[in-house]
């Protein structure tokens, strides 16, 4: 891995579990939910794997093609669904922003992340760092969504007679899952917001 060991080891760590649990979801809820669930895990294990550090393994030039693949037939998917509202437009995004660091960090494109996988030259995506402007609109959609991400997770103030737990008690399953859910989202957006601003 390009750059600290530990930084790579650490994304690697949080994305790997992160798509883990966003597989286990996949088993239950509505269609709707494990559509989406199936949509993350993808996102957390082509992170983790672009994660790697160099020093453990080095991808293998076809890699970086096949990332490209498989995250712009997602972002194709997402495209398809989007009208059906939920996370399909910020998997669009995501999708969109990991074809991006995969062309930035393919051999022939100079510069990969902090902790991700170094290229060779300085070419397709506009030399080390790819495009500037468009790594920027990332990190600022990625750093509003992690803001925002957090700020639902912070539970509101129980009214008043109401136990501080919630409304007669502990959390129920689906609320549980819910904030999993989200919890695991933030973790992603979190990563991402990282591997993108060391570009």
Do not use: Q
């Not at 994304?11 to 979801?25: D, E, K, N, P, S």
């Not at 269609?31 to 895990?41: F, M, P």
């Not at 996370?87 to 494109?109: I, K, R």
């Amino acid at each position: 891995m390009h750059g600290p060991a530990l930084t790579g080891w650490l994304l690697m760590a949080l994305c790997g579990a992160t798509g883990a649990y966003c597989l286990l979801r996949t088993r239950t809820g509505t269609e709707r939910e494990r559509g989406s669930a199936r949509a993350e895990a993808l996102m957390g294990f082509g992170m983790a794997a672009m994660a790697v550090p160099a020093a453990l393994l080095t991808l293998p030039d076809w890699m970086w093609v096949a990332y490209a693949v498989v995250f712009g037939a997602a972002a194709l998917h997402a495209v398809a669904h989007a009208r059906d509202g939920g996370h399909h437009l910020h998997h669009l995004v995501g999708s969109l922003a990991m074809v991006y660091m995969a062309v930035t960090m393919a051999p022939g494109a100079g510069h990969a992340p902090e902790g991700g996988h170094p290229g060779h030259g300085a070419a397709a995506a506009g030399g080390a760092g790819g495009v500037p402007v468009l790594t920027g609109a990332l990190l600022v959609y990625y750093g509003l969504y992690v803001l925002h991400s957090a700020g639902r997770l912070i539970p509101a103030p129980a009214p008043v007679g109401v136990p501080v737990g919630g409304r007669g008690g502990a959390l129920t399953g689906p609320g549980e899952r819910r904030e999993l859910a989200l919890a695991c989202r933030l973790a992603m957006g979190t990563a991402m917001f990282a591997m993108l601003l060391a570009l």
